[in-house]
T-cell receptor
Framework: KQEVTQIPAALSVPEGENLVLNCSFTDSAIYNLQWFRQDPGKGLTSLLLIQSSQREQTSGRLNASLDKSSGRSTLYIAASQPGDSATYLCAVRGGNQFYFGTGTSLTVIP | NAGVTQTPKFQVLKTGQSMTLQCAQDMNHEYMSWYRQDPGMGLRLIHYSVGAGITDQGEVPNGYNVSRSTTEDFPLRLLSAAPSQTSVYFC????????????????FGPGTRLTVL
């Protein structure tokens, strides 16, 4: 069974700092990996999707990388802003199912 | 487009009661799914559907039923509610259920917060 782990569980940084969120998974036979953002009391919003054949994807200040062989992905956020405060979840797709990590709660301090 | 809608937003049940959580999408998506989100556990897949008339079990299906009679709707039924089913429930949809190279993302509804006493 696929296990997805996100470390750290919580992170607090001052505004303007660059930061990295980590995601690891146990089974490298994945179709793709996605990073989501969840605001308190809300649903999930997709940020980036990386196919299993890709190494990275970029969207604005966000860059996600994937190392399938080592079972790791990182989400890099450049020049963090208070509006980036949210919980970030990664999810891997294997077959017909998505497996989610427990998330990293990010607080960006003005 | 309204996207993925869920009703109700909040619900309180007593142990043993039954109810249906509603989910609808207006994007003509093939794939729909239900998750529950519990503190420290992440999102776990309950049931999913790859098209009208086709459903399958996810990671935690016990105590829940689903059906998919139309492309738009994917209700989740709790047969006899238990305190262990207290959770936040999310419905999601995806355009297709492609193969390994698929870039289809999932679109999530706002969630239903369920408390079983």
């Amino acid at each position: 069974k696929q296990e997805v782990t996100q470390i750290p569980a919580a992170l607090s940084v001052p505004e303007g700092e660059n930061l990295v969120l980590n995601c690891s998974f146990t089974d490298s036979a994945i179709y793709n990996l996605q990073w989501f953002r969840q605001d308190p009391g809300k649903g999930l919003t997709s940020l980036l999707l990386i196919q299993s054949s890709q190494r990275e994807q970029t969207s604005g200040r966000l860059n996600a990388s994937l190392d399938k062989s080592s079972g790791r992905s990182t989400l890099y956020i450049a020049a963090s802003q208070p509006g980036d405060s949210a919980t970030y979840l990664c999810a891997v797709r294997g077959g017909n199912q998505f497996y989610f990590g427990t998330g990293t709660s990010l607080t960006v301090i003005p | 487009n309204a996207g993925v809608t869920q009703t109700p937003k909040f619900q309180v049940l007593k142990t043993g009661q039954s109810m249906t959580l509603q989910c609808a999408q207006d994007m003509n998506h093939e794939y729909m799914s239900w998750y529950r989100q519990d503190p420290g556990m992440g999102l776990r897949l309950i049931h999913y559907s790859v098209g009208a008339g086709i459903t399958d079990q996810g990671e935690v299906p016990n105590g829940y039923n689903v059906s998919r009679s139309t492309t738009e709707d994917f209700p989740l039924r709790l047969l006899s509610a238990a305190p262990s089913q207290t959770s936040v429930y999310f419905c999601a949809s995806s355009p297709t259920w492609g193969g390994r190279g698929s870039t289809d993302t999932q679109y999530f509804g706002p969630g239903t917060r369920l408390t079983v006493l």
